[in-house]
T-cell receptor
């Protein structure tokens, strides 16, 4: 099973709203990722959690706040977003490279976010 | 610096034609991983294949084949007898893991349209 699930599939929010994106994997993967993808562009890395600790923050604005409650769950809290934040937000997970020798990331279906 | 170049922005073929998607990468690391991902219109990134830098064996999986050549820093992807369901954006990606930091660098993607 290589499934990563994300909810909601679509989200429309105003600039003053607070919302959260959720991601879940049950593959025992040690790392989880958030990516942002604009139309006709490749995914851009936002955050990496390794063993439930934030290991990489790619200089993402503070209006995006990640959270990793446990090894299977990853949230992205959104507050005071701007219209330019409208994008597809993808979650991914991967195994421990050193333990398994594999590094492929498995992606969820994404959340299409529209900020009005 | 790490970089992935997919020179073909868009390719259009007729069903049953063979098509090759080009990928050229740059890295100074001796250990790295290369991937191909497929992104259909639904949005989910689907993992297709991983290649380690120390494994130059080519691979065939059904109608898909991959040609990895370190001498030319290329990792090309060929679809034989293309089908309409192959229509998608295909991303080549380079994975670097160094000193606890990791990054998946994507090419800009090649949009493949297979016409009936």
């Amino acid at each position: 099973d290589t499934e990563v699930t994300q909810t909601p599939k679509h989200l429309v929010m105003g600039m003053t709203n607070k919302k959260s994106l959720k991601c879940e994997q049950h593959m025992g993967h040690r790392a989880m990722y958030w990516y942002k993808q604009k139309a006709k562009k490749p995914p851009e890395l936002m955050f990496v959690y390794s063993y439930e600790k934030l290991s990489i923050n790619e200089s993402v604005p503070s209006r995006f706040s990640p959270e990793c409650p446990n090894s299977s769950l990853l949230n992205l809290h959104l507050h005071a977003l701007q219209p330019e934040d409208s994008a597809l937000y993808l979650c991914a997970s991967s195994q421990d490279l050193i333990e398994t020798g594999t590094a492929e990331q498995y992606f969820g279906p994404g959340t299409r976010l529209t900020v009005t | 610096a790490q970089k992935v170049t997919q020179a073909q922005t868009e390719i259009s073929v007729v069903e049953k034609e063979d098509v090759t998607l080009d990928c050229v990468y740059e890295t100074r690391d001796t250990t790295y991983y290369l991937f191909w991902y497929k992104q259909p219109p639904s949005g989910e990134l689907v993992f297709l294949i991983r290649r380690n830098s120390f494994d130059e064996q080519n691979e065939i999986s059904g109608r898909y084949s991959w040609n990895f050549q370190k001498s030319t820093s290329s990792f090309n992807f060929t679809i034989t007898a293309s089908q309409v369901v192959d229509s998608a954006v295909y991303f080549c990606a380079l994975y670097i893991f160094r000193g606890g930091s990791e990054k998946l660098v994507f090419g800009k993607g090649t949009k493949l349209t297979v016409n009936p």
